[in-house]
């Protein structure tokens, strides 16, 4: 988490809270929203890196393309 530079303890909650849920075999979401610049992306790659490492542990990565604006299409 050292490449954190501010966000360290954020890291470091995130990944406590990822290890409780493979202790508990429970499944848990965590959804990590910022502005942008924010460094979500590379947060979060980070973090499935580490929770790979973490047998058994099922990654499972979903990124939206782009932001939904108005009605859903038809």
């Keep these: 988490a050292a490449a954190y530079i501010g966000r360290g303890e954020l890291f470091q909650k995130l ?3 990822a290890r409780q849920a493979v202790i508990s ?4 979401l965590f959804t990590i929203i910022g502005e942008a610049g924010y ?3 590379h947060l979060a790659s980070e973090l ?3 929770l790979e490492q ?3 542990c099922n ?3 979903l ?7 108005g009605a859903l299409p038809q």
Excluded: H
Excluded at 25 to 28: I, K, L, N, R, V
Excluded at 63 to 69: D, K, P, S, Y
């Design 15 to 17: 990944l406590d809270s």
């Design 25 to 28: 075999a429970e499944p848990w």
């Design 39 to 41: 460094g979500r992306t």
């Design 48 to 50: 499935a890196l580490r």
């Design 54 to 56: 973490l047998p058994p």
């Design 59 to 61: 990654i499972v990565r």
């Design 63 to 69: 990124q939206a393309q782009e932001a939904m604006v």
